[in-house]
């Protein structure tokens, strides 16, 4: 099993930009598909992005294409979500998540097939 905290949120003015890490432990993290997702109060869980195993492949909800870019460091076992031109609408509390193995672009973003989340880290975006 493998254990994820996030870290890197804060306050930030709208047009700047926050990176987010989600550091994991455990072991085989680097066969793990992880995404990102974020929640606001009243509001189901919103698909953010993901990034399969390697790396090589990343998706983005349309709402941050452009903006936002996941990256993943698997000697350091950490997945990042660098955010720029932020909005106060991706004001949110920002939570990554991990499945292992591969996960089909197409249901990528079902926040079902993740087993494994951290505790979230809250980003507020000032306008």
């Known amino acids: 099993q493998v254990q994820l905290v996030e870290s890197g949120g804060g306050l930030v003015q709208a047009g700047g930009s926050l990176r987010l890490s989600c550091a994991a432990s455990?072991?085989?993290?680097?066969?793990?598909?992880v995404a990102w997702f974020r929640q606001v109060p009243g509001k189901d869980r919103e698909y953010v992005g993901a990034?399969?195993?390697?790396?090589?492949?990343?998706y983005y909800a349309d709402s941050v294409k452009g903006r936002f870019t996941i990256s993943r460091d698997n000697a350091k076992m950490t997945v990042y979500l660098q955010m720029n031109s932020l909005k106060p609408e991706d004001t949110a509390i920002y939570y990554c998540?991990?499945?292992?193995?591969?996960?089909?672009?197409?249901?990528?973003?079902?926040?079902?097939?993740?087993?494994?989340w951290g505790q979230g880290t809250q980003v507020t975006v000032s306008s």
């Open positions: 990034i399969n195993w390697g790396g090589s492949n990343t």
């Open positions: 998540a991990a499945s292992r193995g591969v996960i089909s672009p197409r249901v990528v973003s079902d926040r079902r097939l993740y087993n494994m």
């Open positions: 455990g072991r085989s993290f680097s066969t793990h598909t």
